[in-house]
């Protein structure tokens, strides 16, 4: 993103909202006007109806496969997401069967995976909504035979309920193969009459196999799985009865886990979120300082800050977000030495006090150079991720412009875990920059072609490798891959933020004694 080119925030935020408007067409007017005409309610309004009035649902990942297999795939073709349920916190896992059958692509599998592992985490019930063709055949590479593919969901539902947490689904049409295990590894089913089905293979793959015709209602509906096999438990009349069985399951929980009241009095920031977006400019290489984002996130805008006179770069801190403690750090420049040390030493602090840590990340990096790595900077800058990696409070990231190199590790990028990562519709993740990444790939052709160097040839790879990393580096790329778990907008953050802090608030705590190594 260059200054000249940079678009204001109120554009960004405008082409945010017009890719979730569009995601929320699901397959089309067309297949959405079938499914209503076989008596099937659409996916999210099934969310709608099977949570509490007034729940609020925060949705994950929404823009997964956004931009992927010509742009036919919305949200993966599942939501995913999480509200309250008779009071109690649940995963919603829903499958949209207008795209593509609810068969399951890459991202679904992902956003799957993703969801179910938000719930073993935070130990909330899994109430699976299940319309869904199993893999999508013809990307069946991508989706069946690894770890963390299909294979991988239902061993976490296998482990979930042997964990306690409640694994209960819904099926609303035809669940074929991997479609079939979700209900058949669930601890009760629900099924819609004439609609629902459950068989492992679906009357073509029974012809093909023993060449046997029969019709899909005889072979795998809701009154001969209720009444012949067992499988489901309940056979409901429609759609909306289902729901309600649902819900009243999830009633008989015998240990409802409710949320936890924050600690303290939640109070609204003295400075108005709403300018967060006047204050963040779009372009990365512009500085601003991150105690004016801090402001407009925290209760009454309050902040207490560490070491502020010692490795100013990275800002820490305590604060408090709709009343629950939270220790942040955000970037205020290059991450050095001293900024490093402070980071694990404040992490220490939060890890000691049992206060959940908030990275706010926009980073370029650790300093480089012949005096960085003098100083050390390769060790100081480990001490951070070392502390990110080993802290046992819960961790949260939002990328709030930039997340490159090991500043992303060092801020509790993807791979450090953090219970949610949520970006900013201006955010950047790359290894580096588009600039920098075409002076490195360029100046490391030249150095292999030892002088004989085609300027043309160095001049189309400088152009290829800018085009790469613009590309790859864009918020719209990542998050269609589930790198994070969605685009917020600023504003909204906070109120995000307090949702995700209520559902770890209350957890147990590891009375493991917990040392400060003053770093
Ligand atoms: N793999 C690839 N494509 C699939 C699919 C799958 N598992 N399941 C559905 N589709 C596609 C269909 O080909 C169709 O694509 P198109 O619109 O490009 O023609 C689209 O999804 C919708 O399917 P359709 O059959 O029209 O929807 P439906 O609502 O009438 O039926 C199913 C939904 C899931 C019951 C039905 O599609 C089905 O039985 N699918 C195959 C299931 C299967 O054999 N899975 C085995 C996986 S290992």
């Known amino acids: 993103m260059t200054g000249s080119r940079s678009p204001s925030f109120a554009a ?134 690894d770890r963390d593919h299909f294979g991988g969901s239902f061993y976490n539902q296998c482990r979930l309920s042997a964990a306690g947490i409640p694994q209960i689904s819904a099926v609303f049409g035809g669940c074929t193969a991997g479609g079939a295990y979700i209900p058949a590894l669930s601890d009760e089913v629900v099924m819609v009459r004439g609609t629902g089905r459950i068989h492992l293979g679906g009357p073509p793959i029974v012809k093909a196999a023993i060449n046997e015709i029969v019709e899909g209602e ?29 819900r009243e399951i999830v009633r008989g929980f015998g240990d409802l886990r409710r949320i936890a ?19 963040v400019p779009t372009d990365l290489k512009k500085p601003y300082d991150v105690r004016q984002v801090i402001a407009r996130m925290v209760d009454a805008s309050a902040f207490q800050e560490f070491k502020p006179a010692y490795g100013a770069s990275l800002v820490c ?70 502390a990110v990696s080993n802290a046992r409070v819960p961790k949260y990231t939002v990328i709030v412009g930039g997340s490159y190199g090991a500043g992303n590790y060092g801020m509790c990028g993807r791979g450090f875990r953090p219970r949610f990562l949520f970006a900013w519709p201006n955010a950047r993740i790359a290894t580096m920059s588009p600039e920098v990444a075409a002076t490195v790939v360029t100046e490391l052709r030249r150095q292999s072609l030892k002088g004989a160097a085609d300027e043309e040839a160095i001049a189309a790879l400088d152009r290829k490798t800018r085009a790469q990393f613009e590309e790859q580096s864009d918020p719209y790329f990542a998050t269609a891959r589930l790198w994070d778990d969605g685009i917020i907008e600023p504003a909204q953050t906070r109120d995000v933020l307090g949702l995700c802090l209520a559902l770890a608030a209350g957890e147990p705590r590891d009375p493991a004694p917990r040392p400060v190594y003053r770093m």
């Not at 001969?224 to 499988?231: E, P, R």
């Not at 009241?261 to 977006?277: H, K, S, V, Y």
């Not at 404040?346 to 005096?371: A, K, S």
Request: proline fraction near 7%; include cysteine.
């Open 12 to 145: 960004l935020i405008e082409t945010l909202r017009g890719h979730h408007q569009a995601m929320l067409a699901g397959g089309g007017a067309a297949l959405v006007a079938r499914h209503r005409a076989r008596g099937k309610i659409p996916v999210r309004d099934r969310i709608d109806l099977l949570l509490d009035p007034g729940s609020p649902f925060l949705e994950l990942s929404p823009l997964a496969a956004h931009g992927l297999y010509g742009g036919d795939v919305m949200s993966a073709g599942i939501v995913t997401g999480i509200g309250l349920v008779q009071d109690t916190p649940c995963m919603v896992i829903a499958n949209d069967a207008t795209v593509k059958g609810g068969s399951f692509f890459a991202e679904t599998v992902k956003k799957h995976l993703r969801a179910q592992e938000i719930a073993g985490e935070h130990r909330l019930p899994c109430l699976y909504l299940v319309d869904c063709g199993g893999a999508f055949l013809p990307e069946q590479d991508r989706v069946f035979p």
């Open 218 to 246: 005889v072979l795998g509906g809701a009154d001969m799985h209720t009444t012949v096999s067992g499988v489901s438990d309940h056979v409901a009349a429609d759609e909306t009865e289902a729901i309600g069985r649902l």
């Open 261 to 279: 009241p924050p600690p303290f009095a939640p109070a609204p920031p003295a400075a108005d979120p709403a300018e967060l977006t006047d204050i």
């Open 317 to 386: 801190g305590f604060a408090r977000i709709h009343g629950h403690p939270v220790g942040i750090l955000a970037n205020n420049g290059v991450l050095f030495s001293e900024s490093s040390v402070k980071g694990a030493h404040f992490i220490e602090l939060c890890d000691q006090r049992h206060i959940p840590l908030l990275f706010l990340q926009n980073i370029t990096g650790f300093m480089v150079g012949t005096e960085a790595e003098r100083a050390g900077i390769a060790k100081h800058s480990a001490k951070l991720v070392y």
